[in-house]
């Protein structure tokens, strides 16, 4: 919004080119992001904890989260989202077509994860929304926005998969795109929700991921420096560094209350909504590998819980005393702040290792 009537007046006020550099732009969308939810997150938690508005707590977890955690109030997504969508709203080109995709999916997924909380609330139970309900639901909301994509943008590249660590391995995937792309936004929504189990545990591998694609989006969307790293150029891909800021801002107000101990969950609400929508960033950039690489933590949890379930169903035994792999390591004796912050260091490692393959090809 104020980035369209800003730039009308650049013509007469040429200080106000300013607003016409993508980067300067990103830097408003994460400070206004992270200032709107600052702010409204202690009157929120309030509200929440007045109206009693708490998930229930896994009776089969470990002991003291029953005693800690019960009462805590969820959805705290709802303010993630919020800064994420004035941050984008404010800054954001929204003529872009790339940019209305991944807030279409940020908000879409959102709202299936606030029934779903909702759901587990009223019911008292952590069932929620039945897993053939959310997938289906997260599938039809994600196939709209590769419609969208398909239909309305003039992406080239769009069913290429480019290889990190190679400049000229690409994989033309034709009508195969659709349930790759498919697969990753559905998995990377899931992969961030099985991860949201401890205080703070997405939050800073979310941040570390937006914050990867921040750059990423920018140099793809840049002739020189694409041209100079040997990756596709993608003419308005640039605009979703403005998005992927916005999620970074929004993510690192939400710390400030979800930090050990937290005062408020993310949620089903959350979690949903920021992986899918960093997955369609990944598939509009084109760097849908690298996505496994700098959110491996996402990973690592979704292969240990699928490695514990097949594991059961064909041995009849566990592999981890608990999945996902987070709470494993808590029933091994690791206190949780202990197994938060190592998390985050692998996260910090993995994003050094993604952010690498821009260079190294």
């Known amino acids: 919004m104020f980035y369209s009537f800003l730039s009308s007046l650049a013509e007469n006020y040429s200080f106000l080119n300013v607003f016409k550099y993508i980067t300067f732009r990103t830097g408003l969308s994460v400070v206004t992001s992270f200032v709107i939810v600052f702010l409204i997150g202690e009157p929120l938690i309030r509200i929440f904890k007045k109206n009693q508005i708490s998930g229930p707590i896994r009776q089969d977890g470990p002991i003291d989260h029953i005693i800690k955690k019960s009462g805590t109030p ?25 940019v209305l995709t991944v807030v279409f999916i940020s908000i879409g997924y959102g709202l299936l994860g606030f029934i779903d909380d909702l759901l587990k609330i009223k019911q008292k ?47 033309p995937m034709g009508v195969f795109f659709i349930p790759f792309a498919l697969f990753v936004i559905v998995g990377a929504s899931n992969a961030v929700n099985l991860t949201d189990g401890l205080d703070g545990l997405a939050t800073v591998p979310v941040m570390l991921v937006a914050l990867s694609y921040t750059l990423i989006s920018y140099v793809v969307g840049n002739t020189i420096f694409a ?135």
């Open 74 to 98: 969820t959805m705290g997504g709802l303010i993630i989202i919020l800064g994420i969508f004035l941050g984008t709203f404010l800054w954001g080109d929204l003529n872009n077509i790339y």
């Open 125 to 171: 139970n952590s069932r929620g929304l039945s897993s053939i309900s959310k997938l289906a639901g997260q599938i039809i909301i994600g196939l709209i926005a590769i419609y969208i994509l398909i239909e309305y943008s003039e992406h080239q590249f769009l069913n290429n998969l480019y290889f990190p660590f190679f400049k000229n391995l690409i994989l």
């Open 227 to 361: 041209e100079y790293l040997k990756i596709p150029y993608i003419q308005s891909a640039g605009e979703l560094s403005i998005f992927c800021g916005a999620i970074f801002g929004s993510c690192l107000g939400f710390l400030w209350y979800n930090a050990p101990p937290a005062k408020i969950f993310m949620g089903d609400t959350g979690s949903l909504s920021l992986g899918g929508s960093l997955a369609a960033v990944a598939i509009i950039v084109k760097h849908e590998i690298v996505l496994a690489i700098i959110g491996g933590l996402f990973v690592l949890e979704t292969v240990s819980v699928i490695i514990q379930v097949l594991s059961f169903k064909i041995t009849g035994k566990r592999v981890f005393m608990m999945a996902p792999i987070h709470h494993h390591f808590e029933k091994k004796g690791w206190p949780e702040s202990t197994v938060v912050i190592r998390f985050w260091i692998i996260a910090i490692i993995l994003a050094l290792i993604g952010l690498a393959t821009l260079k190294l090809r």
